[in-house]
């Protein structure tokens, strides 16, 4: 995903949609999960213990090709995607618990990306270079920190323009998701790396399938007795961040090779979290 214009255009809306967030909730709200424990336990069991316990038990099982196996590691070590809070909304899961987990996975990620990604270091043989949290740090502050701070900045020192703003900005930002979405299809199909996404074969397509179903169960059943918070936890499990995965990619001169996994990842994920999210929100309903 080379091209500089669909990149700024990622790069835009996912500003818009973080600035969105910090426009429309409150900084209590945001730093919410923080004053309750037993949720917050919970939600890091999920996303950053067992998920990438699972892609462990995937590698260990299955014979699977470097690249592949480099691309599941970097996956399960990217938490926080800058869409969770969007995807969960899809979803119908619960709007401050999804923004203050997502905050919170993506300040996390500074150490947790590095610590895993050092754990599979040593367990497997990966095709990737270490990676710095100094780097981590600064790829995540970027494109999640620096929207979010502008709109609560500007909620704290101009509320009236807050106000006038935070609507205007969300319906922006749903309207660049929407339009993204179809754009990234259509660049898939057209890139060669889709082509090399058909070619991974059977046994890697059954893993990254297994990785995202493993995902969304841990997430629903460890989200407790809510389903808005289920479904929220659920989501999250299986949105790894893949710009930061990405990123990890580009500081390899091997991480060509593993981007296809990440992009097969990214479209199976979202395939199979339609149908979850239809079933979650009709449940609500």
């Not at 919970?42 to 480099?70: C, D, K, N, Q």
């Not at 990676?131 to 740090?137: G, K, L, N, R, Y």
């Amino acid at each position: 995903m080379d091209n500089p214009i669909l990149l700024k255009f990622v790069t835009v809306t996912i500003f818009s949609l973080m600035l969105a967030i910090g426009l429309n909730r409150s900084f209590q709200q945001l730093t919410s999960l923080f004053r309750r424990p037993e949720l917050l336990l919970r939600s890091l069991l999920a996303v950053i213990v067992l998920v990438p316990m699972v892609v462990g038990l995937l590698l260990w099982v299955f014979e699977l090709p470097s690249a592949v196996a480099t691309g599941l590691a970097v996956l399960a070590a990217a938490p926080g995607a800058p869409l969770t809070a969007k995807r969960t909304e899809m979803a119908g899961g619960e709007p401050t618990y999804s923004a203050s987990l997502q905050l919170t996975l993506a300040l996390l990620a500074v150490v947790i990306t590095p610590l895993i990604l050092h754990i599979f270091y040593a367990l497997f043989e990966l095709a990737t270079e270490r990676v710095s949290p100094f780097e981590v740090a600064r790829q995540v502050a970027q494109v999640t920190f620096l929207p979010v701070m502008i709109g609560l900045l500007i909620q704290r020192f101009a509320p009236r323009v807050s106000e006038v703003m935070g609507k205007p900005v969300r319906m922006l930002a749903n309207v660049l998701f929407i339009v993204l979405f179809a754009v990234l299809i259509v660049f898939l199909v057209l890139s060669p790396d889709f082509r090399m996404m058909l070619n991974l074969g059977g046994l890697p397509t059954a893993a990254i399938i297994l990785m995202v179903g493993s995902s969304l169960a841990i997430g629903h059943l460890l989200g407790g007795p809510s389903r808005e918070q289920r479904s929220v936890l659920a989501i999250a499990s299986i949105a790894r961040n893949v710009g930061l995965a990405l990123f990890i990619a580009g500081l390899s001169d091997y991480g060509q090779i593993f981007i296809p996994t990440l992009l097969t990842y990214m479209i199976l994920g979202a395939l199979l979290a339609v149908p979850y999210s239809l079933w979650s929100k009709r449940q609500m309903t």
